[in-house]
């Protein structure tokens, strides 16, 4: 059976002038059963249609802050680099996807900006304007839980995993503020956050504020998040 190709966005590097990628988002993508490919960083609309009409799923995955011109928000202070490029591809390439009814699955950046181009909100910086107890940008080893999330019974998320609460890894300085219209939430964290979105009206496009990558090899239930993505696009 042909295994499902998946593209995998870029992580961008602006000091070392580069593209790159970790190693646990392509091994979590080959490991469920995919064959992952790195995305070129591309503003080219005719580029990202090929690529669209090409593979059969997306990962939109982590980096620099979602700029705030995607929801229609001024800048603040805190809010930190971006990647102009980056948010560009990836709005067409996830209208794209979206009107194309392709598998999309979006980890920490990767929910945000979901999110955001869908009609959504954004905190740009928790400690300020979600002040809490609560680790959300937590020290190495970055494959350890540092908080748990309540998972909505209703929801898919609940429907695959079987829980009500899943201790989760945590790396991030912005979140989802008010959900997009076409959005359901999925699980939050213990101070209130969103950490996981669905679009119920797609076959799939998925999204978690936490890092399944990270903790694949040491959680069941990351693998099995992975291989729901991976199944959704046969």
Known sequence: MKKPLIGVVPLVDF???CYWMLPNYMKGIEISGG?????PLTEDKEVIKQLVNTCDGF???GGQDVAPRIYNA?????????CSQRDNMETELFRLAYDADKSVFGICRG???INAVMGGTLYQDLNTEHPSTAVHHQPHPYDKPIHSVSINKNSPLHKLL???LLNVTSLHHQAVKDIAPNLECMAVSEDGLV?????????FIWAVQWHPEYSFFTDENSRKIFKKFIDSTN
Do not use: H, R, Y
């Not at 950490?195 to 076959?203: I, M």
């Open 74 to 82: 001024k800048k603040s202070e805190l809010c930190g680099e971006s």
């Open 111 to 113: 929910i945000q900006f």
């Open 35 to 39: 064959v992952p490919v790195m995305l």
């Open 162 to 164: 079987n829980v009500d």
């Open 195 to 203: 950490e996981a979105v669905c679009a119920p009206d797609k076959n």
């Open 15 to 17: 000091e070392k002038e």
């Open 59 to 61: 990962l939109f995955t």
